[in-house]
């Protein structure tokens, strides 16, 4: 069975989130249309933004899930990405902190998505 490939984030203005996202992840999208933009974040692997359901959208949405990004390096990595990402104006709505699985902060896009931050997983021991 094929592992998941597309990760979708609805939106209520798709040329503001993409710009958004675009300027966060330091990435192009893959295509453009009115409604879904896609940008490919690993061989085969999209994280999309939606537009066609913008009725779902709202700030009263309780948001529930996050998008995750995994940073390699240390709990200085971490910081860094935190305080570039401040520089950029984005909403921080969880400062950084130690967690069980290491240094983590969250943001949140124009629509209140949530963004986490945290190191890399360590492999498993053999």
């Known amino acids: 069975m094929p592992a998941p490939n597309l990760f979708l ?6 040329e503001r989130a993409t710009a958004f996202y675009a300027d966060l992840f330091e990435i ?4 453009t249309t009115p409604r879904y933009v896609p940008f490919e974040v690993a061989p085969g692997v999209l994280f ?3 537009g066609g359901r913008a009725d779902l959208v709202g700030p ?3 948001r529930t ?3 995750g990004l995994m940073v390699p390096g240390s709990s200085a990595a971490v910081d860094d990405l935190h305080a570039a990402w401040v520089a950029k104006g984005v909403t921080v709505v969880e400062a950084p902190r130690d967690e069980v ?3 983590t902060f969250v943001a949140a896009d124009p629509d209140g998505n949530l963004i986490r931050v945290s190191p890399v997983d360590p492999s498993p021991s053999p």
């Not at 984030?9 to 798709?14: M, R």
């Open 101 to 103: 699985f290491g240094r």
């Open 65 to 67: 899930s996050e998008v």
């Open 48 to 50: 999309a933004v939606w």
């Open 60 to 62: 009263q949405t309780p």
């Open 28 to 31: 192009d999208p893959v295509m």
């Open 9 to 14: 984030v609805y939106v209520s203005d798709v």
